[in-house]
């Protein structure tokens, strides 16, 4: 089925015709966007914890300029969140593991404002975990964003990853929340849950917390956006938590709750869209959802 692109951006016509390109071959790790270079993020370059003066004061700005943008742009309708379903699942007594599928730049905030919204963030943070790149070389307020605003970022650089796992320690046992894309790519306005990668239930299993799976489905809104598409309706689902069985390895544990966050997502995706889940590599013919 061919795309029609007569009146939508050029650009994100050929990220959907990538996505399902990926799709039919079976890649679900890879992203999609044109991401700025990677710089490799070195130990020095970062102080997860935002815990000198300076980083303090930038983390408090960021933050309520990210908090700014989002809450205009949810009421100039570039983001809807049409409803919210389970947030008393994310009223937990520790820190934790949330997962979330990861299709827009805005997903983060979506869940950030759940929480917000319904006063679970008055005394607890949410971190989210983004990529090197994003954190070492992405222009602009982004930029800003990715560098101050409660984030923890990826490394390729084996000494950094190190001070990352203890940041996520210490964050964790302070009670806060952790944010992490188990799927590993941003697919634009994918509806389906994409397979799972074990580093989040890893690191929760780790630090004996639990995970918290959140799941955002989209409907078409009635209202077309500046790339030609509609404007998605965000319902956040927030699942039971997972919790680590005590009577279980790390290794045992982090896949028993991998397999169970992915199973959560397919019930989810499978009611809300009242179709089976599968997968174009799997079916053998080209469908965009």
Same mark, same amino acid.
């Given at each position: 089925?061919?795309?029609?692109?007569?009146?939508?951006?050029?650009?994100?016509?050929?990220?959907?015709?990538?996505?399902?390109?990926?799709?039919?071959?079976?890649? !679900? &790790? *890879?992203? %999609?966007? /044109?991401?700025?270079?990677? +710089?490799?993020?070195?130990?020095?370059?970062? $102080?997860?914890?935002? @815990?000198?003066?300076?980083?303090?004061?930038?983390?408090?700005?960021?933050?309520?300029?990210?908090?700014?943008? !989002? &809450? *205009?742009? %949810?009421? /100039?309708?570039?983001?809807? +969140?049409?409803?919210?379903?389970?947030?008393? $699942?994310?009223?937990? @007594?520790?820190?934790?593991?949330?997962?979330?599928?990861?299709?827009?730049?805005?997903?983060?905030?979506?869940?950030?404002?759940?929480?917000?919204?319904?006063?679970?963030?008055?005394?607890?943070?949410?971190?989210?975990?983004?990529?090197?790149?994003?954190?070492?070389?992405?222009?602009?307020?982004?930029?800003?964003?990715?560098?101050?605003?409660?984030?923890?970022?990826?490394?390729?650089?084996?000494?950094?990853?190190?001070?990352?796992?203890?940041?996520?320690?210490?964050?964790?046992?302070?009670?806060?929340?952790?944010?992490?894309?188990?799927?590993?790519?941003?697919?634009?306005?994918?509806?389906?849950?994409?397979?799972?990668?074990?580093?989040?239930?890893?690191?929760?299993?780790?630090?004996?917390?639990?995970?918290?799976?959140?799941?955002?489905?989209?409907?078409?809104?009635?209202?077309?956006?500046?790339?030609?598409?509609?404007?998605?309706?965000?319902?956040?689902?927030?699942?039971?938590?997972?919790?680590?069985?005590?009577?279980?390895?790390?290794?045992?544990?982090?896949?028993?709750?991998?397999?169970?966050?992915?199973?959560?997502?397919?019930?989810?995706?499978?009611?809300?869209?009242?179709?089976?889940?599968?997968?174009?590599?799997?079916?053998?013919?080209?469908?965009?959802?």
């Amino acid at each position: 089925m061919m795309i029609d692109n007569t009146v939508k951006d050029p650009e994100r016509v050929k990220i959907q015709e990538k996505i399902i390109e990926l799709e039919k071959a079976g890649i !679900f &790790d *890879k992203d %999609v966007e /044109d991401d700025p270079e990677t +710089i490799p993020l070195e130990p020095e370059m970062i $102080n997860y914890l935002k @815990d000198g003066f300076k980083d303090k004061m930038y983390n408090k700005f960021a933050y309520y300029q990210a908090v700014r943008f !989002f &809450d *205009k742009s %949810v009421a /100039d309708k570039k983001v809807i +969140i049409k409803d919210v379903i389970g947030i008393e $699942n994310a009223m937990l @007594d520790s820190g934790a593991i949330v997962t979330c599928n990861h299709f827009n730049p805005y997903d983060s905030f979506s869940v950030e404002k759940s929480k917000r919204d319904a006063g679970i963030l008055k005394k607890r943070k949410l971190y989210k975990v983004i990529r090197e790149g994003n954190y070492t070389n992405f222009p602009g307020f982004f930029g800003f964003i990715f560098k101050y605003c409660n984030t923890l970022p990826l490394s390729s650089v084996k000494e950094t990853m190190k001070k990352f796992l203890k940041a996520c320690e210490e964050l964790l046992s302070r009670g806060d929340y952790i944010l992490i894309y188990p799927e590993q790519s941003m697919w634009w306005n994918y509806r389906k849950p994409k397979p799972l990668k074990p580093g989040a239930f890893s690191i929760a299993t780790k630090n004996n917390v639990p995970v918290l799976p959140v799941f955002i489905t989209m409907e078409d809104s009635d209202i077309i956006g500046d790339d030609g598409y509609p404007v998605q309706e965000y319902t956040i689902h927030f699942s039971e938590p997972i919790y680590p069985d005590s009577n279980k390895t790390n290794k045992e544990n982090e896949k028993i709750m991998m397999e169970k966050n992915y199973e959560i997502w397919k019930k989810i995706y499978e009611e809300f869209y009242k179709t089976p889940l599968v997968y174009l590599n799997e079916m053998g013919k080209n469908e965009e959802k």
